[in-house]
């Protein structure tokens, strides 16, 4: 044992020689500054008779100094990193070793043992030497590191001269292997023009970018401002594009905490960038309260939001999850997914058809969840126009049979994944989601499972979703397809829908329905702007965009929530919610089913649209599924009737939004 540590390369030994040099250096600066101070005060003819006083003084002061160091842990530290943090506590260190080393010398000599001069003196010295030493250690280091690297280095500017740039400018000298030469800075700030940090000078603002590319012969612009806004980063991405110069985006400082170094976090512009979104402060703590130690099931595990809620719920140390899904090939995947980054999770992929009521009294009785989410639905709105009882079918009756089965399995918490398309809706897809929560809102009613609903808007880069149809578009040269120039939807990034969704269930107590902010609503044809020039292309010169008209379902504003769904604030910033009346009393739903299940049967449109009417008066249905529904009706006066309804509803609909907007 004593050889293994007496070994030069044991990394135990490499740290006793690194504390016995850092004190050595400490020790000798404290006993110079004692010595200087006597030497200065007497202009280096110390008198005979100060010769014994200062032999005593100078050994309080090293042990004083020693003692009060040790204490601050100032030996304990790289000099190579000393700050202005590490210089203040060096100043502070110094000022308390001085009153502690010189109330010991007047104890032990006497008042006049020593001239008061002499205290002054050795407490300004110790500051000079002691914090000298760190500095001159750090300046010798950092000029080695920047020794040019062998290797063409790539021409960088920094477009943000805050902390964030400051931060990756230091980066970047000390990691060499980045191979950056960074050429100065660019800020949108006209008070910062000309300065010089850190060496380097701010070259002009973002409208000057071009100009300074070509003047320094930049390759590269790193963006350094995380707090940007997502109209100041399509600013900033326009620059960058006309400059016809590689650009790239560095992280804040959220992703940084949970990442490695600054350096290697650099990445492309996202599209998540241009929206500007803040991200999401969580209560880690109540949620791993709620599910650490517990079997979470998860339906519709293979989707984008199934997906991220296990990624999201794996962090948070489950006994379990359950992942349901009849799509086998992304539940492989995420399978495979979940033990590559989660090495202890216990994963259970399981598949099944939510409309399957032995299958899902097969898994529960097996696996004996205590939380489940609900995420399995049809969600594409212009397709469950087309088939309006298979959406009947999945996003009702799998509600029912999964809440049915969640409550005679014990499940205690069951949260349900719905969406704005439920608030006054025009498709099938947004009124079978508000039956849906009306089934859970009546289950609330009579078993102990505690049934939350939590609504969102459209999710970036989800299966099918606008983003990657407008990616495919664009890599085969375009057009880039919109319906139409005003339509308008809530975005969120799929990790921050997930999370939200995880608060709102650490939250809720059963019926309540939670709705997310989504900040301010974005026109779609905007985004289609901003993908093309992620892309390094310009709108409508290289990429056109064309307008084809509204898809069956679809309206131009989405809303969170009705004029009677009086919101209330919740104890997270982003999450409001409201208590679902009942509407549907257990007896009630049991016959609505009945007859849902009927109307299936029959395939019959009429009926449907009429009893969705009933259900939820302000359902406007589409054009396709009016004809339809006209077409079957069992008469003229019962064709006239659902028209003028149809009419009614359309006309309110229209009022509410243009007065809205």
Same mark, same amino acid.
């Given at each position: 044992?004593?050889?293994?540590?007496?070994?030069?390369?044991?990394? /135990?030994?490499?740290?006793?020689?690194?504390?016995?040099?850092?004190?050595?250096?400490?020790?000798?600066?404290?006993?110079?500054?004692?010595?200087?101070?006597?030497?200065?005060?007497?202009?280096?003819?110390?008198?005979?008779?100060?010769?014994?006083?200062?032999?005593?003084?100078?050994?309080?002061?090293?042990?004083?100094?020693?003692?009060?160091?040790?204490?601050?842990?100032?030996?304990?530290?790289?000099?190579?990193?000393?700050?202005?943090?590490?210089?203040?506590?060096?100043?502070?260190?110094?000022?308390?070793?001085?009153?502690?080393?010189?109330? *010991? =010398?007047?104890?032990?000599?006497?008042?006049?043992?020593?001239?008061?001069?002499?205290?002054?003196?050795?407490?300004?010295?110790?500051?000079?030497?002691?914090?000298?030493?760190?500095?001159?250690?750090?300046?010798?280091?950092?000029?080695?590191?920047?020794?040019?690297?062998?290797?063409?280095?790539?021409?960088?500017?920094?477009?943000?001269?805050?902390?964030?740039?400051?931060?990756?400018?230091?980066?970047?000298?000390?990691?060499?292997?980045?191979?950056?030469?960074?050429?100065?800075?660019?800020?949108?700030?006209?008070?910062?023009?000309?300065?010089?940090?850190?060496?380097?000078?701010?070259?002009?603002?973002?409208?000057?970018?071009?100009?300074?590319?070509?003047?320094?012969?930049?390759?590269?612009?790193?963006?350094?401002?995380?707090?940007?806004?997502?109209?100041?980063?399509?600013?900033?991405?326009?620059?960058?594009?006309?400059?016809?110069?590689?650009?790239?985006?560095?992280?804040?400082?959220?992703?940084?905490?949970?990442?490695?170094?600054?350096?290697?976090?650099?990445?492309?512009?996202?599209?998540?960038?241009?929206?500007?979104?803040?991200?999401?402060?969580?209560?880690?703590?109540?949620?791993?309260?709620?599910?650490?130690?517990?079997?979470?099931?998860?339906?519709?595990?293979?989707?984008?939001?199934?997906?991220?809620?296990?990624?999201?719920?794996?962090?948070?140390?489950?006994?379990?999850?359950?992942?349901?899904?009849?799509?086998? *090939?992304?539940?492989?995947?995420?399978?495979?997914?979940?033990?590559?980054?989660?090495?202890?999770?216990?994963?259970?992929?399981?598949?099944?058809?939510?409309?399957?009521?032995?299958?899902? $009294?097969?898994?529960?009785? $097996?696996y004996k969840p205590t939380i489940l989410y609900h995420a399995a639905a049809y969600k594409h709105v212009p397709m469950m126009e087309k088939h309006a009882f298979a959406a009947i079918e999945n996003n009702v009756f799998g509600t029912w049979q999964v809440a049915r089965s969640a409550t005679q399995h014990g499940v205690e918490d069951f949260v349900m994944i719905s969406t704005d398309k439920a608030v006054r809706p025009t498709s099938m897809m947004g009124a079978t989601k508000r039956i849906a929560e009306l089934v859970i809102r009546s289950l609330q009613q009579e078993s102990g499972t505690k049934f939350v609903a939590v609504r969102f808007g459209n999710v970036l880069g989800s299966n099918g979703s606008v983003v990657p149809i407008f990616k495919e578009q664009i890599a085969a040269?375009?057009?880039?397809?919109? *319906?139409?120039?005003?339509?308008?939807?809530?975005?969120?990034?799929?990790?921050?829908?997930?999370?939200?969704?995880?608060?709102?269930?650490?939250? /809720?107590? /059963?019926?309540?329905?939670?709705?997310?902010?989504?900040?301010?609503?974005?026109?779609?044809?905007?985004?289609?702007?901003?993908?093309?020039?992620?892309?390094?292309?310009?709108? /409508?010169?290289? =990429?056109?965009?064309?307008?084809?008209?509204?898809?069956?379902?679809?309206?131009?504003?989405?809303?969170?929530?009705?004029?009677?769904? $009086?919101?209330?604030?919740?104890?997270?910033?982003?999450?409001?919610?409201?208590?679902?009346?009942?509407?549907?009393?257990?007896?009630?739903?049991?016959?609505?089913?009945?007859?849902?299940?009927?109307?299936?049967?029959?395939?019959?449109?009429?009926?449907?649209?009429?009893?969705?009417?009933?259900? =939820?008066?302000?359902?406007?249905?589409?054009?396709?599924?009016?004809?339809?529904?006209?077409?079957?009706?069992?008469?003229?006066?019962?064709?006239?009737?659902?028209?003028?309804?149809?009419?009614? $509803?359309?006309?309110?609909?229209?009022?509410?939004?243009?007065?809205?907007?």
């Amino acid at each position: 044992m004593l050889q293994v540590l007496t070994s030069a390369g044991h990394p /135990g030994m490499k740290l006793i020689w690194h504390r016995l040099r850092v004190n050595a250096l400490d020790w000798a600066a404290f006993a110079l500054s004692g010595l200087l101070a006597f030497e200065l005060r007497f202009d280096g003819e110390l008198p005979a008779h100060y010769f014994q006083p200062m032999k005593v003084a100078l050994c309080i002061w090293v042990v004083a100094k020693s003692v009060i160091f040790a204490v601050s842990k100032l030996n304990k530290g790289n000099w190579r990193y000393t700050s202005a943090l590490d210089a203040v506590r060096v100043v502070w260190a110094n000022t308390a070793a001085s009153i502690l080393g010189g109330l *010991t =010398i007047l104890l032990v000599l006497g008042l006049r043992g020593i001239p008061r001069s002499v205290y002054i003196l050795d407490w300004l010295l110790s500051c000079l030497l002691t914090l000298g030493c760190r500095l001159v250690t750090r300046v010798v280091i950092t000029t080695h590191n920047s020794r040019r690297p062998k290797g063409k280095l790539t021409r960088t500017l920094i477009y943000g001269a805050g902390t964030a740039g400051l931060a990756l400018l230091w980066e970047l000298r000390q990691n060499q292997s980045l191979m950056c030469d960074v050429v100065g800075f660019i800020d949108d700030d006209p008070s910062k023009m000309h300065l010089i940090l850190q060496g380097k000078r701010v070259l002009g603002t973002g409208e000057d970018l071009g100009a300074v590319v070509r003047k320094y012969v930049v390759e590269r612009v790193l963006i350094a401002i995380p707090s940007a806004t997502g109209p100041q980063m399509v600013r900033m991405l326009k620059y960058a594009i006309e400059a016809e110069v590689e650009h790239k985006m560095v992280p804040g400082l959220g992703d940084l905490i949970q990442g490695t170094e600054l350096g290697h976090q650099i990445r492309d512009v996202a599209v998540e960038d241009l929206l500007g979104r803040t991200p999401v402060a969580l209560d880690q703590g109540s949620i791993m309260e709620r599910i650490q130690g517990r079997v979470v099931m998860v339906t519709g595990a293979a989707g984008s939001i199934g997906s991220e809620l296990c990624r999201q719920i794996a962090r948070f140390r489950p006994l379990a999850i359950v992942g349901f899904d009849e799509a086998e *090939t992304p539940l492989f995947q995420l399978d495979r997914e979940l033990a590559k980054s989660f090495p202890d999770l216990v994963f259970y992929p399981e598949i099944g058809n939510i409309i399957r009521a032995d299958t899902l $009294h097969l898994v529960m009785e $097996h696996y004996k969840p205590t939380i489940l989410y609900h995420a399995a639905a049809y969600k594409h709105v212009p397709m469950m126009e087309k088939h309006a009882f298979a959406a009947i079918e999945n996003n009702v009756f799998g509600t029912w049979q999964v809440a049915r089965s969640a409550t005679q399995h014990g499940v205690e918490d069951f949260v349900m994944i719905s969406t704005d398309k439920a608030v006054r809706p025009t498709s099938m897809m947004g009124a079978t989601k508000r039956i849906a929560e009306l089934v859970i809102r009546s289950l609330q009613q009579e078993s102990g499972t505690k049934f939350v609903a939590v609504r969102f808007g459209n999710v970036l880069g989800s299966n099918g979703s606008v983003v990657p149809i407008f990616k495919e578009q664009i890599a085969a040269g375009g057009p880039v397809t919109v *319906t139409d120039p005003e339509m308008c939807r809530y975005f969120m990034t799929i990790p921050e829908a997930a999370q939200l969704v995880l608060q709102a269930f650490s939250i /809720g107590k /059963g019926g309540e329905i939670f709705v997310l902010d989504m900040g301010e609503p974005v026109k779609i044809v905007d985004l289609a702007r901003n993908l093309i020039l992620l892309s390094g292309l310009q709108p /409508g010169l290289d =990429i056109k965009i064309q307008f084809t008209g509204m898809r069956p379902g679809e309206k131009l504003f989405e809303e969170l929530s009705l004029e009677t769904e $009086h919101l209330l604030p919740t104890k997270h910033a982003k999450i409001r919610s409201y208590v679902c009346p009942s509407v549907l009393g257990p007896k009630q739903l049991q016959s609505c089913l009945s007859e849902f299940q009927q109307i299936v049967a029959e395939r019959n449109v009429f009926r449907l649209l009429q009893r969705l009417k009933e259900i =939820i008066p302000d359902y406007s249905p589409g054009p396709e599924l009016q004809e339809a529904a006209l077409s079957a009706a069992p008469d003229h006066a019962g064709r006239a009737k659902i028209q003028q309804r149809i009419d009614g $509803h359309a006309a309110k609909l229209y009022e509410s939004v243009t007065g809205m907007n």
